[in-house]
Every structure is written in structure tokens, then in C-alpha cells.
């Protein structure tokens, strides 16, 4: 699964890679509004793992956890995704350090840079990459499904748009292992899919890519006020919707942690 192109507005499955990272960082436990860990993904993707890659994929994930809490230079982790492209671009380094990777061969090498800063760069890099074969079959097991969670969210997107124009301007990528989460990248939205094992419905992830259109539009600086600018925002801009859509708007903040925004909720 290679990354699919830029169309604004559209709903589309991310590619490989971006599934592969968030793979693994649904098993990395952090503090902070930052955390992609969800025990329910755990289950489901464990009961498609061999003993030994479930092993694995719990071990590096706690000591990466431990690592990213003594380190906050880690969060750069969170942009990990634009590293490559797609998984063939992984694929073809994944039997080398970052060290000896040239800037050619990844979708950002201004990220790579930042990586090799780190000690943990190289351990992150290693367990991809030994993890690589145990996630082939998993990926081949939701590629129809993201399909099909696209097809469902588009037309509540395109309903979004009315309301939230900055949808249209934006690449909206669905990711199987990233549940009630999202991230908005300087190139794309990224959002969890419609799955059986997280129970979202296409409103609530159209809802989410909302917000995250608003996150990437904001011209604040800090964080958490961005996120508390654009829950706000949201449901300002949301109050005039139809009944439905602000039905929608209200099951998906019921959902939301909002723990580690530090304030009270709009």
C-alpha cells in the first residue's frame, strides 16, 4: 500500500508505512495528549500475531515508552510517518542504521537528521524492521476494510465541508490502529477508520478530521491552546449545523479525551 495521491477533500486508507508506525504506537503507552495506545487494538491485531511477534512487539513498546518518558526531544517520534512514503520505501532500508540511510532515500530527510540525534532513532528504526514480516499479514487483512471505511466517511465529510471549509484543502487518510485519534500533518490529515474492534461510526471519524482540519489551520504556536482553539472553534461553527451533523459533533466529544488539555471543556 503506497501512499495515495494529494486530492483535497477526499477520503483515502493512508499507505503502508503510516499503518506499520501506528501499528507500533498503539502499544507505546504515553502521557499526554500525545498517546495512540488503545488495549482494544492490542487485542485484535494480538489474535493475528504469532507468540513470538506479539512478544516483540510488547517488549520494544514498553521500553520504548520508558525511553520517550525520560526524553521529550522523542516527540518528534510523532512525525515518524513521513519518514517514507510507503512500506516498499521502508522495506529497502530496513537492513540498515539510519547512520548509513542517504537523504534520497526517505520522504523527509529532515526528519531522518532528527532521528540519527537520537539514541532511540536506531531502536525504533531496529524493531520496525524486525517486526516488518509479522505486520505483512495484518496489512493484507485491512486493506479492503479501509476501503470500504472510506467509502462511508467521504459523504460525511463532504457535509463537514459546508461547515468547515479547511476539509477541502486537505488529503483526509484513514489509519487503521489509530482509533478516536488523529494528526494533522503539514501535507494531510491523518484519522482512525471505521473498524469493528473500535466502534466508530463514519460521523464520529468525519468529526475528528474536522477538528484536525481546524488544528492545521491555526496560526497559534503552542500546542494545547491550538487544540483548545479548535475544540472551540468546532462547536462554534457546529451550532448552526444540521440536527445530524450536531448530533455527530456531541457523540464524538463524548468520546474525546480531553484530560490533558488543561482546561475545562468548550
Not at 241 to 253: G, I, K, M, Q, T
Request: proline share 5%.
Amino acid at each position: 500500500m503506497s501512499r495515495p495521491p494529494t486530492i483535497d477533500g477526499r477520503v483515502v486508507g493512508a499507505d503502508g508505512f503510516t499503518q506499520f508506525v501506528t501499528h507500533l504506537f498503539a502499544h507505546v503507552r504515553l502521557a499526554g495528549p500525545g498517546n495512540l495506545a488503545d488495549p482494544r487494538y492490542v487485542a485484535w491485531v494480538g489474535e493475528r500475531l504469532g507468540e513470538a511477534d506479539r512478544a516483540m512487539l510488547d517488549h520494544d513498546a514498553s521500553l520504548l515508552a520508558r525511553m520517550w518518558a525520560a526524553d521529550p526531544r522523542m516527540d518528534v517520534l510523532h512525525g515518524l510517518c513521513e519518514l517514507h512514503a510507503d512500506l516498499g520505501g521502508f522495506r529497502a532500508t530496513a537492513n540498515r542504521s539510519l547512520g548509513q540511510l542517504d537523504s534520497t532515500e526517505v520522504g523527509d530527510p529532515a526528519l531522518l537528521e532528527r532521528l540519527r540525534e537520537l539514541a532511540a532513532g536506531e531502536f525504533v528504526h531496529s524493531s520496525l524492521s524486525a517486526m516488518l514480516d509479522g505486520f505483512g499479514q495484518v496489512l493484507a487483512e485491512i486493506d479492503a476494510a479501509l476501503e470500504r471505511a472510506c467509502a462511508s466517511v467521504q459523504p460525511w465529510v463532504t457535509r463537514l465541508a459546508v461547515e468547515v471549509p479547511e476539509l477541502a484543502g486537505v488529503s483526509i487518510e484513514l489509519v487503521w490502529a489509530m482509533g478516536e485519534h488523529g494528526r494533522a500533518l503539514p501535507s494531510r490529515i491523518l484519522v482512525g477508520a471505521v473498524a469493528a474492534w473500535n466502534r466508530l461510526t463514519p460521523a464520529q471519524v468525519a468529526v475528528q478530521a474536522a477538528h484536525e482540519a481546524l488544528v492545521r489551520s491555526s496560526e497559534l504556536d503552542e500546542y494545547l491552546a491550538v487544540e483548545r482553539w479548535a475544540l472551540a472553534e468546532l462547536g462554534s461553527r457546529l451550532a448552526r449545523a444540521d440536527p445530524e451533523l450536531r448530533s455527530a459533533h456531541a457523540r464524538w466529544l463524548a468520546r474525546l479525551d480531553r484530560s490533558g488539555l488543561g482546561s475545562p471543556a468548550p
